[in-house]
Every structure is written in C-alpha cells, then in structure tokens.
Nanobody, 125 residues
C-alpha cells in the first residue's frame, strides 16, 4: 500500500522558517519524481515545487522561488521542503505527491498518482 505521510507544519510568524517532511512507503521512492503542492483556505490546488528521481533537477513556482528548497533522501525514502521567509500567502495545507509526468507542475489532483493527508502551515502574527 502506497503511503505518503507529511509532517512539520505549524503556526509561524511572517519571516519565519519551517521544514516539512514526507515519509514515503509502499513503492520504489527513488524511481519517482516527487512534488509538493498546497491548498490555501477556500482556494484550489497550487503546485509548489518538484524534484526529479535522483534530485538532480528541481522546479519551483514563481511565488516560492528563492525562499523554498525541495530536497530528497532516497536512502530514507523521505522528501523535504525547507521554507524560509514565510509570508501570509503561504498559509495552506501542504501535500507531497507523485507527479504523473515531468516537468511536474500540475495544479490538479489528476496530475498526480498519490498524495498524503497533508500538513497545515499557518503564517500569522
């Protein structure tokens, strides 16, 4: 059974930092590109970032470029998202997901094979 379990979400002040993690199991993690997507309150899905299987190539949405860093540890079957200089607009539920294609920047659930239960990130003073 495929499982993606996100963690690390929290309430943080603007300008703060968080590191999200996604523990993967039930599939060959190192054989898949991975993505972070988010859903702000009352809004649709937004693609955030993607990383290719060996970590050698990454993509970022313009809204997070220069502030967020995606990485992966294939030995630990874990995906990460380091988020710095957080803004109120970053408030959302964050999900890790397996994209169906590369480049992987889809804004629809149908662009992904699997996703986790999500972790809440709230940026507020």
């Amino acid at each position: 059974e495929v499982q993606l379990v996100e963690s690390g979400g929290d309430l943080v002040q603007p300008g703060g930092s968080l590191r999200l993690s996604c523990a993967a199991s039930g599939f060959s993690f190192s054989s898949y590109a991975m993505s972070w997507v988010r859903q702000p309150p009352g809004k649709g899905l937004e693609w955030v970032s993607s990383i290719i299987m060996n970590g050698g190539s990454t993509q970022y949405a313009d809204s997070v470029k220069g502030r967020f860093t995606i990485s992966r540890d294939n030995a630990k079957n874990t995906l990460y998202l380091q988020m710095n200089n957080l803004k109120a607009d970053d408030t959302a539920v964050y999900y890790c997901a397996n994209p169906k294609s590369w480049p992987a920047n889809g804004d629809n659930w149908s662009d992904y094979y699997f996703w986790g239960q999500g972790t809440q990130v709230t940026v507020s003073s």
